[in-house]
């Protein structure tokens, strides 16, 4: 997590699901993106520092090369610094992971959704980019907590759809994927563009 970036479209970089594994195209190849991934390389860096010890685990160096280990973990100081910070800010999330790995359940999802739904009640909010090689799956986890955000269930009365409150969050979140190629962009906008979300 940074509260600096040189990410041209960001003000700071949180990463609540440290971790990844590479990326699959349609036809069961590595995405190119993943091959000359940085976060890889970082994080198999990172590994073995004793004071930074939210990667360990999650990346190593085989024959020289850096490998993902498949393992995502979950980094909750990431998500307490962001709601310390009092200016708004463009943060960009998961820079190093994908905040939609296909390991990540509406369970595990559910502390960053919270984050989420705070910052939508702030007096000056912030904008959170979510990035993603993982279109599909990040629509799944979207709709997931638009059901359990949009269901009041009164007692002894039919649940009501109330979605105000999931697109208020919304309001604040840009989704975007990777488009590295055209036969990515083929495979994953189409896929983004059903995200429930007011921006991309």
């Known amino acids: 997590m940074a509260d600096k970036t040189k990410v041209e479209w960001a003000d700071a970089t949180i990463t609540p699901f440290p971790g990844c594994s590479d990326a699959l195209m349609p036809d069961g190849s590595t995405s190119p993106a993943c091959r000359e991934c940085y976060a890889k390389r970082v994080a198999a860096r990172m590994s073995t520092n004793p004071v930074v010890t939210k990667y360990h685990g999650l990346a190593l160096f085989r024959d020289g ?6 393992e995502v973990g979950y980094a909750p100081q990431d998500l307490d610094k ?10 960009f ?5 994908d905040i939609a790995h296909e390991s ?28 993603t090689k993982r279109p599909a799956h990040l629509r799944f986890l979207l709709e997931a907590m638009r059901r359990d955000a949009c269901m009041m269930q009164e007692p002894g009365k039919e649940p009501v759809i109330d979605e105000e409150g999931y697109w208020r969050t919304m309001a604040w979140v840009v989704c975007m994927t990777t488009t590295e190629n055209q036969a990515a962009a083929d495979f994953r906008v189409p896929e983004l563009l059903r995200c429930p979300a007011l921006h991309f």
Do not use: C
């Open 93 to 97: 999330v998961e820079s190093m992971g």
């Open 104 to 131: 990540l359940t509406p369970e595990r999802w559910r502390p960053f959704w919270d984050l989420l739904e705070d910052n939508a009640n702030r007096k000056q909010p912030h904008t959170f980019y979510l990035l």
């Open 65 to 70: 090369q850096p490998e993902w280990t498949g």
């Open 82 to 91: 962001v709601r310390g910070w009092t200016r708004p800010r463009r943060i």
